[in-house]
C-alpha cells in the first residue's frame, strides 16, 4: 500500500499580551502555512466561539476539503468518460451539532454541484459519476456520515 505524508504549519497568533490567562484573555487567530506554497490562509475560531468571522475556521476549511476532494475525483472520472465539464461550481452545506459537554462533530454534509458539460446526451451519465467520485474521494473515505450530493448538470 502506498502512504502519502504531509505537512502543515499552524501557527497561532492571538496571543494578546496575556496568553490564555482566560477564556476572553486571547483571540483565536492563526495563520495555516505549507512550506513551498505561495499563500497562507487566516484562519480563527467559529465565531460561536469568540473567533473571527472574516477568517476560516476549522470547520469552513473541512467542508472545503470534502468539496474540493470530490471536485477533483469527479473532473477526473468525467475526462476518463470522455464528458467535456466546462463548469463547475458547489455550494457545499454542512452541520455540526454541538454537544453539552462543548464537543460536536459533523452529522451531515451536502454536496450541490453545479455542472456544465458539452453533450446533453451525457447529462445522466454526468449524474450518476459523483457517486464514483464520493467512493473514490480520499476526504471522505475518512467521514463517519453520509455525504449527500445534489448535482445539477445542464449544457452549453
Known sequence: MKKHNYKIKVEWTGNEGNGTLNYKSYNRNHKIISNGKYD????SSDPSFLGDKT???PEDLFLSSLSACHMLWYLHLCSVHKI?????LDNATGIMEETKDGSGKFTEVTLNPKVKITDGNMVEKANQLHEEANKMCFIANSCNFKIAHKPNTTTE
Do not use: L, P
Open 55 to 57: 477568517k476560516y475556521n
Open 40 to 43: 497562507m490562509i487566516n484562519g
Open 84 to 88: 467535456v465539464v466546462t463548469e463547475y
